[in-house]
């Protein structure tokens, strides 16, 4: 993808302005610039950029993980729409402090947590409003950084692209552990195991808590509690991306069990949360990171430091999105109805997973897709080849990431013959 | 039990200590710990009201009721650069229309996290891509600055800006020390409005500064956090950022909305990149989507969608620049009222500076322990380098003020 170089004929536009009145040339030397190569497209947020420059009527997205009802539409959850009616026109836009509005982390820790739990009574938890949860990954790998510099993330295989680049930018040492296995198309529990158990004492591992991102394989209960013990003794720091609590089975106690799980061993954890996808507010980009500590002291040292490294980045959080998440969340009819819409969205999803899968059987697909009913979550890694996937886009116009992940959530009754017609034509 | 558990497992960040508070923002939490009636907030630099309240402006509110009835509008992801409107129009405001870099296409423009993030995710690109890791900023300057730049790698060194003794320019140091400076060193300018001393370099200066700039081949970055708030005029305050643009070589411009749309709270503000030619300009913004995808993803949608309203909005745009005029007229009399009231008051020393002085903010030339002595004897909040935030203040709050600076001034400590 040669997207960005200089075509050939580009004009240079060399500026013949008038110079003001002096002798002095317009920069010294010439462009500074000239030695930047064009830099790769995002390979996900890419392809909704290829996918709108596409006019073909009959044209899918199934790239970028972002909710669409069965008409294929982007939704703003009621639930939303009437906090942004209770907080028109009352708020002032004063800064937040760097770490963000306090009620705002006081819920979402609850939620994360569970509303009793014993580290929130003892305020053993530092937490910080961030950029979403890409703000929250980035602001603990900077963290881990500065105060554990020699220690490694461990990084699942395959895992959101972006988390690669996050612990690059952080310059912290990543290593990898065995996730998915290509032949069941499930969990590699025993590579996994393996993996981790090489890991040094210190280290951390990134773990998804829900509906794994782009596989949509899940531990069992018993798997989870298995790696909880592992950790234990081996003195590994769990840390958790939470990006679809709610989103994944539709129960947001259900969803955040792996982080009980570990909370009830006496892990000291950290947690990255996203609302973007459970509370429709992506573009908001409302998150929160919270560090279990040993005690109060220590938390609002964590806290401290975790603001000390917000400051030079972008000084304090945005204030709208996370004035809604604490509408909805403290208001206890609000919440009622959230947790009905993030059920709404998470069966949606469910009954697409099964739609297809049936309509791929009804097709003759000698292939098993069993698996696209058994994953969880927004995202189904449906196994196809790179080829496959740029034969559909090319072809049948279906836009997904070439790993092969198909965003469920841009399936409908509309299109799902159709997709499904196109995977077997690619696969059959 | 839990307890037992974790005791036997102490965290892995025991080691770490107690962060101490932010200089700027942690005036703001000690004024709001102190059970005080009569205290006064001059420390961040928020506008405040006659009354002392923060401001929403109206054509903001405007903006923001349209923005909510219109239910079509979604949340869905912004592009890694931000809202394209509001990068265009964003550009517009400072660079004029008739700008060459924007009439011939040579410019990059991001949406990011007000100034602050800005100026990071430019500070970033340039420790990636620039072959000089090294900015100097002016004596003094915004306490966050010397962060921003180090964090993203580059290193740090300073430029005489602020001269004591006339408590205005040092412009013989400043263009010495440009000139001093390795060449293509990355200078960071502020646009009008200095922050801490709200003195700025005349446009005789600006041009001898942009001389000595272009000769060395320095790269300007401009930080443009006060425009329109500064004399009132948006054009007047971005002349000195224009007249470098006109000369058709290559800078940086940090822009913040938090001040002059008061959307402080929204992040609102963009990184504008001015190069040589149109294809750089492609490939620069393609690499920019590198710096900030691992950071945050893309920036927050609200704040972007008010101003991009205002900004394409002939009658806000309009009322927008009474609005502003209104904030930099009210600052601009406090200012005259503060200097009348230590006049009157016989306090030792020429105050004139407060009057000559632009923007929100006054270097009123009062040491660390006067300052401390105000806080604690008259409830002054403010900043230890003896800024006061000139739109903290009101007809009520300038009797005190005065009151305390002539007491720290004849009584207090040298």
């Not at chain 1, 014993?118 to 900077?142: I, W």
């Not at chain 2, 942690?26 to 005080?36: L, Q, R, S, W």
Request: aromatic share 8%.
């Amino acid at each position: 993808m040669a997207s960005g170089l200089v075509r050939n004929g580009a004009k240079r536009f060399m500026s013949t302005a008038a110079a003001p009145a002096s002798s002095v040339p317009a920069g010294a030397r010439s462009g500074w610039w000239e030695a930047v190569q064009p830099a790769a497209r995002d390979p996900i947020l890419g392809v909704t950029e290829a996918f709108l420059a596409d006019s073909d009527p009959k044209k899918v997205n199934v790239g970028v993980g972002a909710y669409r009802n069965d008409e294929g539409k982007p939704v703003v959850l009621e639930c939303v729409r009437k906090a942004e009616q209770i907080i028109a026109g009352k708020q002032n836009m004063e800064y937040l402090p760097m770490g963000g509005l306090v009620k705002f982390n006081d819920l979402s820790v609850k939620l994360a947590y569970g509303d009793t739990a014993p580290v929130l009574e003892e305020k053993r938890v530092a937490a910080v409003q961030t950029l979403s949860g890409t703000g929250a990954c980035r602001l603990f790998a900077d963290f881990q950084k500065r105060f554990k510099p020699d220690s490694r993330i461990y990084i699942p295989v395959p895992t959101w692209a972006n988390h690669h680049n996050i612990w690059r930018d952080a310059r912290v040492e990543a290593h990898t552990f065995r996730y998915y296995k290509p032949s069941t198309r499930g969990l590699d529990f025993e590579g996994l195991m393996e993996d981790l158990k090489k890991a040094p004492e210190g280290s951390f591992v990134l773990l998804h808590a829900c509906a794994h991102n782009p596989t949509g394989v899940d531990p069992t209960a018993d798997q989870w509690k298995e790696m909880s013990q592992l950790f234990k003794s081996n003195g590994l720091f769990p840390f958790f991306d939470m990006a679809y609590q709610g989103f994944a089975s539709g129960d947001t106690v259900r969803d955040a069990q792996a982080i009980r799980i570990f909370m009830e061993d006496g892990h000291q954890l950290a947690c990255a949360q996203s609302f973007a996808k459970n509370m429709g507010l992506y573009g908001q980009r409302v998150g929160c990171l919270s560090v279990v500590c040993d005690n109060s002291q220590q938390a609002v040292n964590v806290k401290s430091q975790l603001q000390q490294i917000a400051r030079p980045m972008y000084s304090n959080p945005p204030l709208h999105g996370a004035q809604i998440v604490t509408t909805v969340l403290s208001d206890p009819e609000l919440k009622e109805q959230w947790y009905k819409e993030v059920k709404v969205m998470a069966d949606r999803i469910i009954g697409m997973r099964e739609a297809l899968k049936s309509n791929l059987e009804k097709l003759g697909s000698s292939l098993p897709w069993k698996h696209i009913t058994e994953q969880i979550g927004m995202f189904c890694y449906s196994g196809l080849t790179e080829d496959q996937v740029d034969r559909l886009t090319k072809e049948f116009h279906i836009y997904m990431t070439r790993n092969g992940r198909i965003s469920m959530a841009g399936v409908t009754t509309g299109n799902v013959e159709y997709l499904a017609n196109a995977i077997h034509e690619v696969t059959k | 039990m839990e307890a037992t558990a974790s005791a036997a497992a102490a965290s892995v960040f025991d080691h770490l200590e107690q962060a101490p508070e932010d200089p700027i923002l942690g005036i703001t939490v000690a004024y709001n710990k102190d059970p005080h009636p009569g205290k006064v907030n001059l420390g961040v630099g928020a506008y405040r009201t006659e009354e002392g309240k923060p401001l929403i402006l109206n054509v903001v509110r405007r903006a923001e009721e349209r923005l909510l009835a219109d239910r079509s509008k979604n949340k869905e992801y912004l592009p890694i650069t931000g809202l394209a409107d509001f990068n265009k129009r964003s550009a517009m405001l400072i660079l004029g229309s008739d700008s060459p870099a924007v009439v011939e296409k040579r410019l990059v423009t991001a949406q990011c996290l007000s100034g602050t993030g800005s100026l990071r995710v430019g500070a970033e690109f340039l420790a990636r891509h620039y072959g000089v890791k090294l900015v100097f900023l002016p004596t003094p300057t915004w306490g966050n600055h010397f962060k921003v730049f180090m964090n993203a790698g580059l290193a740090v060194k300073t430029y005489r800006y602020y001269d004591n003794k006339t408590r205005g320019l040092d412009y013989e140091g400043m263009l010495e020390d440009i000139g001093a400076a390795p060449s293509g060193s990355v200078i960071l300018l502020h646009a009008c409005a200095h922050n801490p001393t709200g003195v700025d370099p005349t446009p005789q200066q600006w041009e001898g500064i942009r001389q000595a700039i272009r000769n060395r081949g320095h790269l300007p970055f401009f930080d443009s956090a006060y425009q329109g708030f500064a004399s009132g005029s948006l054009d007047k305050d971005a002349l000195a950022v224009r007249t470098f643009v006109a000369d058709g070589g290559e800078c940086f411009i940090a822009q913040s909305f938090a001040k002059n749309m008061g959307l402080y709270g929204e992040r609102v503000g963009a990184l504008s990149i001015v190069s040589k030619s149109s294809g750089v300009a492609t490939r620069v913004e393609s690499q920019l989507k590198l710096v900030i995808r691992p950071m945050y993803s893309n920036p927050p949608i609200h704040g972007a969608s008010i101003v991009a309203l205002v900004l394409g909005d002939g009658d806000l745009f309009s009322e927008w620049t009474v609005e502003l005029k209104g904030m930099a007229d009210r600052i601009i009399s406090m200012r005259h009222k503060l200097y009348d009231a230590l006049r009157a008051r016989g306090t030792p020393g020429d105050w004139t500076h407060i009057l000559k002085q632009i923007g929100m903010f006054s270097f009123t030339g009062l040491n660390k322990e006067q300052v401390q002595f105000m806080t604690r004897e008259y409830r002054i909040y403010m900043t230890l380098d003896g800024r006061i935030s000139m739109a903290g203040l009101s007809l009520k709050t300038v009797p005190l003020l005065a009151d305390a600076i002539h007491a720290a001034v004849t009584g207090a400590k040298a």
